[in-house]
């Protein structure tokens, strides 16, 4: 990712989108308390927001397209996540196979919806995470580990007891279950989220979710009294993140306004308790190329700028933003079973 630090513009206190328009308000914490996760969830799965209940135990894909055996795409250092992940040196990103959000822009569709990835076993998940650390890693990275939480706790506690001490990054589309996240207090250290839509329209028509947009905001507010409870963002002398959020936003193509929605979302509830990123890199797949409309073109620099002038309006003191070209497949790594293959732990 090619990001830096946007210089912050001054706000108009008389600008209806600045940050007195807004008022901050508590994080509900009224959240349920999940059990820790075990290999039932598979039996009849409840693990994302589509509580599809496929016996996934039983070898039955649910809407995610996975069962209960754990897939993995890719398992290598990744050079484009935001700075405090990424660093010089890479994150140690492993992708998982499925996702629970089958968005028609997806520029991932090769592993979240055709499925490519191979089958690894949980102690093959761990040994992974110590091979990326010795491969100099700033964290380990889950990206879309959700839908496989039971695998990923066990692993993560595996590799930890056998002296992996690196952050843990969930790198997340928001669609989650509060009890998943929630299950996942103490196993992640920076959740990286997604916050894609305000309207519900709008999830319905791109994600047939139209639920997304309360989904991810009640997934953001446990993040962030899970957040609280550790003692707030911390971050280590390279300037790598070791604890924190950073709240993600993909400007799609003639909705810069449910962007700015999005950013007051994500302002009236966390304010600059998280980073907020807002990208352009939007690139149109074949199917949206193929669709037509404003889909199939790239993000124009009038709609990033009109975005982004909003974010430092509300406040937001810790923006990352894209600088360069908004079309690029630079970004997805290739899906080829990298780093996959090897030995387990234990
Ligand atoms: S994680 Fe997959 S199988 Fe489980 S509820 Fe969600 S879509 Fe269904």
């Not at 484009?80 to 992940?85: G, I, L, Q, R, S």
């Amino acid at each position: 990712m090619n990001e830096t630090n946007r210089t912050k513009t001054p706000v108009d206190a008389g600008d209806a989108h600045g940050p007195d328009a807004i008022a901050k308000t508590d994080v509900e914490t009224e959240v349920p308390h999940a059990a820790a996760l075990d290999y039932t969830a598979y039996d009849r799965c409840e693990l994302c927001p589509r509580r599809c209940h496929a016996r996934r135990s039983e070898g039955h894909a649910g809407l995610c397209g996975t069962t209960a055996e754990l897939r993995v795409a890719r398992a290598a250092l990744h050079y484009w996540e935001e700075p405090p992940v990424s660093g010089e040196s890479g994150s140690g990103a492993i992708f998982f196979t499925g996702c629970p959000l089958r968005c028609v822009f997806c520029q991932n569709h090769e592993i979240s919806q055709e499925g490519f990835g191979l089958p690894v076993s949980v102690g093959r998940l761990a040994q992974m995470m110590l091979e990326l650390r010795d491969q100099g890693a700033l964290n380990i990275n889950l990206v879309t580990p959700l839908h496989y939480a039971p695998h990923v706790a066990q692993a993560v506690r595996m590799a930890r007891d056998a002296g992996l001490d690196l952050p843990i990054v969930c790198n997340t589309s928001g669609y989650e279950t509060l009890e998943a996240v929630r299950a996942m207090e103490g196993v992640v250290d920076v959740w990286l989220t997604d916050y894609k839509y305000a309207s519900s329209r709008l999830a319905g028509a791109l994600s047939k979710a139209p639920d997304y947009p309360e989904v991810a905001g009640a997934a953001l507010a446990e993040m962030l009294r899970q957040l609280r409870a550790a003692g707030g963002r911390a971050e280590g002398p390279d300037g790598r993140m070791t604890r924190g959020i950073i709240v993600r936003h993909l400007v799609l193509p003639g909705h810069a306004d449910d962007s700015c929605a999005v950013l007051d979302r994500v302002w009236k509830l966390a304010g600059n308790e998280v980073d907020i990123s807002v990208m352009n890199q939007y690139t149109p797949n074949a199917a949206c190329r193929l669709a037509g409309g404003d889909l199939a073109r790239g993000v124009t620099d009038d709609e990033y700028e009109y975005v982004l002038d909003h974010s430092d309006d509300l406040g937001f003191e810790r923006l990352w933003w894209q600088q360069g070209g908004t079309v690029s497949e630079s970004f997805v790594p290739a899906f080829d079973a990298t780093g996959v293959e090897g030995p387990e732990l234990g």
